[in-house]
């Protein structure tokens, strides 16, 4: 099971930190994925890493804003989010993968997701 937290309400240029703990398994065997979608709009990759050789994607909208970590002794991955815009505002949701070499942008890759954490940035 995974479970989402840490998201919340919070003025442009804001910090967050989203969490996304897992119990019953194991994350440190499991590619990881950050989605969000805002209202009205389709589900989108915001981050990723990798199971293969833990490499890390951001989308451009996130890159250089967003951060993605895996601490295994807490069995929880993070999504640090600082200098948050507007455009920001959706709900976010944490996702696993078994596979090694899938596209890990693409949401059919995943295998368990979470049930999501809205963050809102509004001033």
């Known amino acids: 099971q995974l479970q989402a937290s840490g998201g919340g309400s919070v003025q442009p240029g804001g910090s967050l930190r989203l969490s996304c703990a897992a119990s019953g398994f194991s994350l440190e065997y499991h590619g990881i994925g950050w989605f969000r979608q805002a209202p009205g709009k389709e589900r989108e990759p915001v981050s990723h890493?990798?199971?293969?050789?833990?490499?890390?994607w951001y989308a451009d909208s996130v890159r250089g804003r967003f951060a993605i970590s895996r601490d295994n002794a807490q069995n929880t991955v993070y999504l640090s989010m600082n200098n948050l815009k507007p455009e920001d505002t959706a709900v976010y949701y944490c996702?696993?993968?078994?596979?090694?070499?899938?596209?890990?942008?693409?949401?059919?890759?995943?295998?368990?997701w979470g049930q999501g954490t809205l963050v809102t940035v509004s001033s």
């Open positions: 996702a696993i993968t078994f596979s090694l070499y899938g596209d890990y942008a693409d949401a059919r890759v995943y295998d368990s």
């Open positions: 890493l990798t199971l293969s050789d833990e490499s890390k």
